[in-house]
T-cell receptor, first 115, second 112 residues
Framework: DGGITQSPKYLFRKEGQNVTLSCEQNLNHDAMYWYRQDPGQGLRLIYYSQIVNDFQKGDIAEGYSVSREKKESFPLTVTSAQKNPTAFYLC??????????????FGAGSRLTVL | GQQLNQSPQSMFIQEGEDVSMNCTSSSIFNTWLWYKQEPGEGPVLLIALYKAGELTSNGRLTAQFGITRKDSFLNISASIPSDVGIYFCAGQLQYGAGKSTFGDGTTLTVKP
């Protein structure tokens, strides 16, 4: 079955450490996205990529970095510069509206807790 | 940037009741989407709306694209316990590869 796989599901990190969240899709989608979700808040866009080897900052990119070396993969690194990294992180992909609206397919999320 | 106001923030209802929630914006969108997120999972698309005035149903769910293009509504009829979750609206200004702006979500609790 096609879909998006995020790992790990749960991650604990000490302050000052970088951590990388994995996102892999087998939907053959060109675009991939990273969102952050905090309780009571909507989804805030961190980074997105519309094509391999290219990506753009979203609304809250500070303290995060990404790479897009393969179409299937879009890992997110939460760096020590991110002041409040504890959150639920969602990866998504889309075919960029080829079938109509730009519908996002989401992974199951990764919950990061900084101790 | 664009912002969406989604209301209500939360709802506690009895099984069998109907539910209404809405999203409003100060600027127009060309596409509205409604997603549902179950606990510990990512959101899943429920309904996509493509033009002003459009009314679309998906089972017990009905959504409308407001005439002004600045709002959208989602109704759930005869709620059941599995309707529990967070419902998000999302608007897109640009057709095709446009970015989505999300509302803050409506958390729905259904009491059996």
């Amino acid at each position: 079955d096609g879909g998006i796989t995020q790992s790990p599901k749960y991650l604990f990190r000490k302050e000052g450490q970088n951590v990388t969240l994995s996102c892999e899709q087998n939907l053959n989608h060109d675009a991939m996205y990273w969102y952050r979700q905090d309780p009571g808040q909507g989804l805030r866009l961190i980074y997105y990529s519309q094509i391999v080897n290219d990506f753009q900052k979203g609304d809250i990119a500070e303290g995060y970095s990404v790479s897009r070396e393969k179409k299937e993969s879009f890992p997110l690194t939460v760096t020590s510069a991110q002041k409040n990294p504890t959150a639920f992180y969602l990866c998504a992909s889309s075919d960029q509206g080829k079938s109509g609206a730009n519908v996002l397919t989401f992974g199951a999320g990764s919950r990061l807790t900084v101790l | 940037g664009q912002q969406l106001n989604q209301s209500p923030q939360s709802m506690f209802i009895q099984e069998g009741e109907d539910v209404s929630m809405n999203c409003t914006s100060s600027s127009i969108f060309n596409t509205w989407l409604w997603y549902k997120q179950e606990p510990g999972e990512g959101p899943v698309l429920l309904i996509a709306l493509y033009k002003a005035g459009e009314l679309t149903s998906n089972g017990r769910l009905t959504a409308q694209f407001g005439i002004t293009r600045k709002d959208s509504f989602l109704n759930i009829s005869a709620s059941i316990p599995s309707d529990v979750g967070i419902y998000f609206c999302a608007g897109q200004l640009q057709y095709g590869a446009g970015k989505s702006t999300f509302g803050d979500g409506t958390t729905l609790t259904v009491k059996p």
